[in-house]
T-cell receptor, first 114, second 115 residues
Framework: AQSVTQPDIHITVSEGASLELRCNYS??????LFWYVQSPGQGLQLLLK??????LVQGIKGFEAEFKRSQSSFNLRKPSVHWSDAAEYFC????????????FGTGTSLTVIP | KAGVTQTPRYLIKTRGQQVTLSCSPI?????VSWYQQTPGQGLQFLFE???????NKGNFPGRFSGRQFSNSRSEMNVSTLELGDSALYLC??????????????FGPGTRLTVL
C-alpha cells in the first residue's frame, strides 16, 4: 500500500541556517513525488515535484529535493532559511489511475528563530 | 485566472446533522479532488470527480459523498456528523486529462467544527 512518512513532526532552525526535511515513501511503482507548503489559513502551495530524470529537483523559494530510490526518500532542503519559511510542509506521492490520488505525510512544522 | 474557491470557509454543526461543502475549480479544470486534514491524521484523500463521475475513492465511510456538476463545480456531503469529522476539508482542481500526472491546485479549505 502507498504511504508517506515524515519522521519529524516539528523542526526549529535559526534564520540563515540550512534546512533538511525528511520524507520516506512506500509505493510499488515509480513514484510521483511532491512537496507542498501550507501557511496558516492558506491552502497548499506546490514547492516542487519529481516524475523522472534528474534526481535533484529545484523548486520555488530556493528549495530543492533529492530523490533516492535505494532509500525510498525524497528529502527537502534549503541552504539558508528565511523567517518567512515558517510553515507546515507536506510530502506526498501521487497514485491512482490518473495520479490525482495523493497520499500525504502527516507534515513537518517548521519554526524559524531570529 | 481565479484560483480554487471553497465555500463556506467556516462551519459549525452539531452531531447528527449533515453538511454540504462546495468547491469551484479553476476555469477549464474538469477534475476535483477532496481531502480531509486533521492534526492527527494529516491529509487523507476522500475522492476525485471528473466529468460528473467519481473516478477515484479513498477509504472513508459512506457518510461521505460527493458530486460534480456539468460546470465542474463539486459538492461534498457528510451525513450524520460525528465529532471526529471536525477537520479542514480541502479541494484541489486539475485538468484531469488522462495523462501520467495533472498538477493539482488547492483551495483554502473549509474548516468544519462538529460540536
Amino acid at each position: 500500500a502507498q504511504s508517506v512518512t515524515q519522521p519529524d513532526i516539528h523542526i526549529t532552525v535559526s534564520e540563515g541556517a540550512s534546512l533538511e526535511l525528511r520524507c520516506n515513501y512506500s509505493y510499488g511503482a515509480t513514484p510521483y513525488l511532491f512537496w507542498y507548503v501550507q501557511s496558516p489559513g492558506q491552502g497548499l502551495q506546490l514547492l516542487l515535484k519529481y516524475f523522472s530524470g534528474d534526481t535533484l529537483v529545484q523548486g520555488i523559494k530556493g528549495f530543492e529535493a533529492e530523490f533516492k530510490r535505494s532509500q525510498s526518500s525524497f528529502n527537502l532542503r534549503k541552504p539558508s532559511v528565511h523567517w518567512s519559511d515558517a510553515a507546515e510542509y507536506f510530502c506526498a506521492v501521487g497514485a491512482g489511475n490518473t495520479g490525482n490520488q495523493f497520499y500525504f505525510g502527516t507534515g513537518t512544522s517548521l519554526t524559524v528563530i531570529p | 485566472k481565479a484560483g480554487v474557491t471553497q465555500t463556506p470557509r467556516y462551519l459549525i454543526k452539531t452531531r447528527g446533522q449533515q453538511v454540504t461543502l462546495s468547491c469551484s475549480p479553476i476555469s477549464g479544470h474538469r477534475s476535483v479532488s477532496w481531502y480531509q486534514q486533521t492534526p492527527g491524521q494529516g491529509l487523507q484523500f476522500l475522492f476525485e470527480y471528473f466529468s460528473e463521475t467519481q473516478r477515484n475513492k479513498g477509504n472513508f465511510p459512506g457518510r461521505f459523498s460527493g458530486r460534480q456538476f456539468s460546470n465542474s463545480r463539486s459538492e461534498m456531503n457528510v451525513s450524520t456528523l460525528e465529532l471526529g469529522d471536525s477537520a479542514l476539508y480541502l479541494c484541489a482542481s486539475s485538468s484531469g486529462r488522462l495523462v501520467t500526472y495533472n498538477e493539482q491546485f488547492f483551495g483554502p479549505g473549509t474548516r468544519l467544527t462538529v460540536l
